[in-house]
């Protein structure tokens, strides 16, 4: 640095110390100075305590604040290790359980500061306490658990009425596998096992497989895809779903991953585009997920009978003789057969048959074909596609795929 630079620099602050020696002399220009300051301590002050005008203030602070999605599953991937793999090393049957970090230690929920004053406002003459017993005692009885932020009471009629009346628009056709030359309803279910063992250590929510299952039938009834494709199409499918369904997708990064980097980036990004543009970007339609909550409550499944018919669900999902029937009739003939195991008095009684707008009759072909699929996965422990058997083989589903009957 030259010597020009610290004098001029010395100069400017002895020039900034002289000036404010002088102005502490004048008292005019103090007192100016000071109701300056205090205006702007007020303004300050008034600003924090409008919501709006902090948090808008905390946003052009924070630009580059990170997404919270950002490395949720930079660890699952150390987890796959040697076990994932591409179309030609084996993968869709070698992949094992790992143990992984629960995303919910990573993702705690944390109650609003407001929650108090909110109660305090409504209540002003009680606690915060007394107020909720006060409006509890006054509520009816609950028929459904109100701590599910998705248990929308009010709607939940209407919700489901319009499931039944679109779910047969969204169907793939039953025969597809017919007009694809390079494929085979035996690869179809090879992938589908492999996509289960994906969603199990993912962690991802239920609806995620249903729709990923119903995006590749879907794409499949219209487009011919070859065999060393085909695991392209359900990991973009995946893709797509989990990006609907989870509050934290997988990123692209693991799903180039677990495939072994059998495809790049853009083979990914290329077939979800491909896959959006062929299904007309119709994503979101009813699957067996979404009736299984509705009919469970009706049918007064306990914990172990939703496991079980969960576990019916997902060995249906392997067949293609499923996809002749709509979801809402699976999940029904589901329940019927979960009864019948169960030994209730009445398999299907009056109630069940108006919620799930099916009789016993009309359910009875696809109950049968769901028991056979049960009695073959029991018999074979899974045989090579373990990834159902296995699942619900554990203590937390209840072990139903080794219960007595």
């Known amino acids: 640095m030259p010597d020009s630079f610290f004098a001029n620099s010395e100069a ?18 103090f007192a100016a100075k000071k109701g300056l300051r205090s ?38 991937n150390r987890n796959f290790g040697s076990l994932r793999g591409g179309p030609g090393c084996g993968v869709m049957t070698d992949i094992t359980n790992v143990a992984r970090a629960s ?21 002003p003459k009680t606690t915060a306490g007394e107020f909720v017993a006060e409006e509890k005692a006054k509520s009816p009885a609950p028929t459904v658990n109100h701590g599910d932020p998705q248990s929308v009471q009010e709607y939940a ?5 319009r499931f039944f009346e679109t779910e047969a628009l969204a169907l ?24 289960h063992e994906v969603h199990l250590k993912y962690r991802l929510c239920p609806e995620t497989l249903h729709l990923a299952v119903n995006l590749i039938d879907r794409h499949l009834s219209r487009k011919q895809i070859t065999r060393k494709r085909l695991q392209l199409v359900g990991v973009a499918a995946m893709f797509i779903a989990s990006k609907f369904e989870e509050i934290t997708p997988p990123e692209l990064n693991d799903w180039v991953y677990i495939t072994d980097n059998a495809y790049t980036k853009d083979d ?38 939703r496991s079980c018919v969960q576990y019916l669900l997902e060995l249906g999902l392997l067949d293609l003789r499923m996809l002749q029937h709509t979801p809402s009739h699976v999940v029904a003939a589901a329940m019927l057969l979960s009864n019948e195991l169960f030994a209730r008095s009445s398999a299907w009684p009056a109630a069940m048959m108006h919620e799930a707008r099916n009789s016993e009759q009309s359910l009875r072909h696809c109950a049968e074909e769901l028991r056979q699929l ?23 589903n209840h072990s139903v795929a080794t219960m007595s009957f």
């Open 374 to 396: 049960w009695k073959a996965d029991r018999a074979g422990a899974g045989g090579q596609l373990q990834a159902v058997h296995k699942k619900f083989s554990t203590a937390q």
């Open 12 to 29: 400017s602050a002895r020039g900034l110390r002289e000036s404010r020696c002088s102005d502490a002399h004048r008292p005019s220009a």
């Open 39 to 76: 205006k702007q301590s007020a303004a300050l002050s008034e600003n924090y305590h409008c919501e709006n005008s902090y948090i808008g203030a905390g946003r052009h602070e924070n630009n580059s604040r990170r997404s919270p999605r950002l490395s949720s599953f930079t660890g699952a």
């Open 268 to 305: 990914v990004l290329l077939m979800e585009c491909g896959m959006l543009t062929t299904l007309s970007f119709k994503i979101v339609v009813p699957t067996a997920a979404h009736f299984f909550e509705h009919l469970a409550v009706a049918n007064g499944c306990d914990a172990v009978h």
């Open 157 to 161: 009629p209407d919700i489901i009425r």
């Open 172 to 195: 793939p056709r039953a025969d597809y596998m017919e007009t694809q030359a390079d494929i085979t309803s035996k690869m179809r279910m090879i992938l589908i096992d492999w996509l």
């Open 103 to 123: 995303l919910a230690d990573k993702t705690k929920t944390v109650k609003p500061a407001r929650e108090l004053s909110l109660f305090a406002a409504l209540a």
